[in-house]
């Protein structure tokens, strides 16, 4: 899998959308929603499927209940 290309695309994507990304201290990021939700995912994402998991987890965050 590419995984640092495809990673740092799809930061500038969650940016764009209103996110904030931040790098911690283990390695990996939090991506806060403008909701307020936030998630965490690794840094260097080793699955093929990673990325596709990154876009549902998006999705689920940008939800209002």
Not at 3 to 8: I, L, Q, Y
């Amino acid at each position: 899998m590419k995984g640092t290309k495809e990673m740092r695309s799809l930061i500038r994507l969650a940016i764009k959308r209103g996110y904030n990304v931040e790098l911690r201290n283990g390695g990996h990021y939090k991506f806060t929603a403008p909701t307020g939700r936030f998630f965490f995912t690794s840094a260097t994402p080793s699955d093929r499927r990673a990325l596709d998991n990154i876009l549902a987890d998006m999705k689920r965050a940008e939800k209002q209940d």
